[in-house]
């Protein structure tokens, strides 16, 4: 193991578009795919449909995926990596798939944080418990935030895969497919408020926050892209929805509700009287915000004159007991965060940034009246 470690350059990370070496944030060894092999057949060892059927909530048979050896990385004594996500590589990337090797260590756990919500995957524990050597593995979303503690003896071993969404359908062995109970406890609650005559009796617009980030092709998001190549790319994003989000738009569209994908900017420079209210502003597409600056209190208005931007949040300031939204949407989420002009797509990963750069979105339902439910107003 002191060979291997030796035989490895220094690891760095990527912040925005710098490669940075720090070792008070990241200390570790690592070999780029083009100065190592292995034997290991991953498609043909099934790992990969155990993946999809766990990670592609919501895509049923109709995704395929693949993987892409990325690096092999080698955490001695003392290494360690703070918290980070993962460097979108395209639009196309998803998650990444980490092995660790059975190599005797302590510490090292890998921390997964995403939503308030936080996992632990104790490696040195897993591959010690084994009377047979294994390979310990762990597959997440490449936007969950995730750091490996301090290694305090021993070398702990990985090799890291970036997981891509396949346009070539191959579909899953009905055993692998997996039904959650979550996605029908979903469909029905939503079923018995458009049931209800009291729920929106007139119609209306419900919003949801999605809990992941995407990757957005910052090259197609400027001022001299042509309009359809900017929503060929919300269609993109759309078909690649994760988890929860991606259950969410199945759900609405097995409906027959109105449903769309919206870029979202929160303008946090509003004074309000508490208690706050986000005051989020919707497009049809991503929008470049590298040239605006907080200069006044009235961003968002900026936003929908300029930008095509339509406001959806009813909230009061303090010159205004109540600003009129575009759109008054009902939002059943909130969203974790949202862009914001002051620091639009700040990025903290395993490389430099690549062009691409995470962004959130939300999800818009339009509602028709009761009696008629699928025929919403839709805003495309």
Known sequence: MRQLAEACDVATFGVNNQDVHDESYRKAGKLDSTNFALKLDLAGSGLLDVIRGDLLEGH????????????????????????????????????SLVLVYPTAHQGGTLVLRHNNKEWTFDSARMVSAE????????????????????????????????????????????????HDAGEESLQATLRRLLDDVSFLPGGGYLGFGLIHQYPIDLEHIGW??????????????????????????????????????????EDDSVYQPPPRTPVYVLFDHAIDLSGETVVDQELYQRLRRYNGGQLATRFATE??????????????????????????????????????????????????????????????
Not at 138 to 167: C, K, P, Q, W
Not at 227 to 251: F, Q, V
Not at 335 to 343: D, E, M, Y
């Open 319 to 380: 010159r205004v007991d109540e600003v009129e939204p575009d759109i008054d949407v009902h939002w059943v989420t909130q969203l974790p965060k949202a862009n914001r002009v002051a620091a639009p797509y700040p990025a903290y990963g395993n490389e430099p940034s690549l062009g691409q750069a995470y962004a959130h979105f939300c999800v818009l339902v339009a509602v028709g009246p009761v009696g008629d439910r699928e025929n919403g107003e839709s805003l495309h």
């Open 60 to 95: 049923g048979e109709t995704k395929s995926i693949r993987a892409e050896l990325y690096k092999l990385n080698v955490y001695g004594k003392d290494s360690f990596f703070k918290s980070h996500k993962d460097t979108p590589r395209s639009g196309s990337m998803f998650g």
């Open 224 to 265: 001299l892209r042509k309009e359809e190549e900017k929503l060929a790319a919300m269609r993109a994003i759309e078909g690649r929805l994760k988890g929860s989000d991606a259950i969410l738009m199945k759900i609405c569209k097995q409906l027959s509700l109105s449903v769309s994908l919206k870029f979202v900017i």
């Open 131 to 178: 009377q047979d050597p294994c390979v310990a593995y762990i597959a997440f979303y490449s936007d969950v935030d995730h750091e490996v503690t301090l290694v305090t003896s021993g070398y702990r071993v990985t090799v890291t895969y970036n997981l891509y969404f396949f346009e070539d359908p191959a579909p899953l062995p009905s055993a692998i497919i997996s």
